[in-house]
């Protein structure tokens, strides 16, 4: 394969532009946009360019691109190399089967499927047709997780015993995408468990090397309710609101005020205009201008996850909406060290209890720096802090700390090599994260605990089978 990648881009939205969109355009010499498809014509001419053929339809490109939906003087393979579905949830399964039967490489935004019924069936589809297949989990190509996977895989730290991740989703962001947003509903969208948190799940799944044994769950909608709307609030927080000045969720302060320098995501979601007048105009009529309390939301605002491993190793992870940062915690412990660490601020730190215990910094990815090292308790053992450096900032709103550039470099590379769906790419990894997902909702729900190898064997059937 000779010069840049060709990629087919469907949905140009958040995702689709501002994350994969981004990094093609600041790396031509890689890649290029020769088609996009999006039912909104100025996103779609907007990442389009000059260049790359228009599509209002998602359907209509991948018939281009070869399949059996493809018209008869369709050219296979002709228009692209590979494809970015950037598509709405809902759309994913079918998008994918349709590329899958085109016989082209993808990479898929997550959740790869927002139901259980359509994980299996694109289960069933990739192995079909042998799909080549790579989900966007991000995280796992941040500098910052890959210093902690190296450390955590070097044997440094001794066998693992606990992993703990805390998602802390932030009330403005909670409010923004999983009460008045794309993810307020399980129906129309996802569990919140795997609309949000499978990276949290997929980051201990790759972590631990191996499925769990059982997995049980307890969470629920405790605040974003009716019956805590304060008195006297109405249906929108521009007609009037008397708790306005004390409501932490009241939506002119976020989109207007504390936004008020930003002019991308997610802002962009209110509508094209974007200065304060129309922003307010936005609230005033769309979404994202209604009471909290008043949405028609129901996926959960907090929920805590356990998971028991073969190996002894368990990890619990913990989501909640009513947190002042945006970020990931983690912590995990091993019999001959311990790990602690800060997404966002990148520092991670090492304590290593045998007196005979390195550092592997030789295995520690590009963009990360030891930045002191000392002895600490009674014993005097030793400690590294680490930096993962990256231009991604809390207030970044996109960037998944380097996560989403690194994923498209890695995805670019695997279809050059000709290995996309192998490795840390592998759908097999992705199919036990989003079950793993599923297994949680299930226990949430009053399923209790979740013998996972057996719930995950009936849930796909032959459908989960030499899926690579």
């Known amino acids: 394969m000779t010069g840049p990648l060709r990629l087919a881009v469907l949905g140009a939205g958040g995702r689709g532009a501002d994350a994969y969109g981004r990094w093609v355009a600041a790396h031509p010499d890689r890649a290029q946009i020769v088609a996009v498809a999006d039912p909104d014509p100025a996103r779609r001419d907007a990442l389009a360019g000059t260049t790359a053929a228009r599509y209002p339809d998602w359907r209509a490109l991948v018939a281009d691109l070869g399949g059996p939906d ?21 759309l994913h399964v079918p998008a994918a089967a349709a590329v899958a039967e085109a016989g082209l490489p993808m990479l898929l935004e997550k959740p790869a499927a927002p139901t259980l019924t359509g994980l299996t069936d694109l289960a069933r ?49 909670f409010a923004h995408s999983f009460v008045r947003g794309s993810w307020s509903s399980a129906e129309r969208s996802s569990p919140m468990v795997l609309a949000k948190t499978c990276h949290d799940l997929d980051l201990i799944r790759w972590l631990a090397g191996a499925p769990p044994l059982t997995v049980t769950s307890e969470g629920s909608l405790l605040h974003f309710r009716p019956e805590n709307a304060p008195d006297g609030s109405p249906a929108r927080c521009t007609d009037g609101c008397p708790a306005a000045a004390d409501c932490p969720f009241y939506a002119p302060r976020y989109y207007v ?3 008020r320098d930003r002019t991308g995501h997610p802002v962009t979601v209110l509508g094209d205009d974007v200065s304060p007048a129309g ?64 997404m966002d601020s990148g520092e991670i730190r090492v304590d290593l209890y045998a007196p005979s ?30 930096v ?23 995805f670019c590379r695997a ?21 793993m997902a599923f297994a949680a909702e299930r226990s949430r729900t009053g399923g209790g ?20």
């Open 279 to 342: 922003r307010l105009a936005a609230l005033r009529r769309g979404p994202y201008g209604r009471c909290v309390y008043r949405c028609d939301n129901d996926v959960a605002d907090h929920q805590q996850t356990l998971l028991r491993f073969a190996s002894g190793l368990t990890a619990t992870l913990t989501a909640s909406a009513f947190t002042a940062e945006n970020t990931r915690h983690l912590a995990i412990t091993g019999t001959r060290g311990e790990l602690h660490g800060h």
């Open 70 to 90: 493809a018209a008869p003087h369709a050219a296979p393979h002709a228009v692209a190399d590979a494809v970015v579905i950037a598509l709405p949830d809902a």
């Open 415 to 435: 279809v050059t090599d000709g290995t996309v769906g192998r490795g840390e790419l592998s759908f097999a990894t992705v199919l036990d994260s989003h079950l």
């Open 257 to 259: 005020d504390a936004l």
């Open 357 to 386: 215990g390195r550092l592997p910094q030789e295995l520690l990815p590009g963009g990360v720096d030891v930045v002191a090292s000392g002895t600490a308790g009674p014993l005097r053992h030793t400690t590294h802090t680490l």
């Open 449 to 468: 605990v979740v013998d996972f190898p057996a719930w995950a064997g009936t849930a796909l059937g032959d459908a989960g089978r030499d899926v690579a």
């Open 125 to 173: 589809v990739v192995r079909r047709t042998d799909a080549r297949v790579a989900v966007g989990h991000v995280l796992r190509f941040a500098p910052f997780w890959r210093a902690v996977r190296a450390v955590a895989a070097s044997g440094t730290l001794g066998d693992l015993a606990t992993i703990e991740i805390r998602e802390n989703i932030g009330f403005w962001h």
């Open 388 to 410: 993962a450096r990256s231009e991604s900032v809390a207030a970044d709103h996109r960037g998944h700390a380097g996560g989403d550039d690194g994923l498209m470099d890695a």
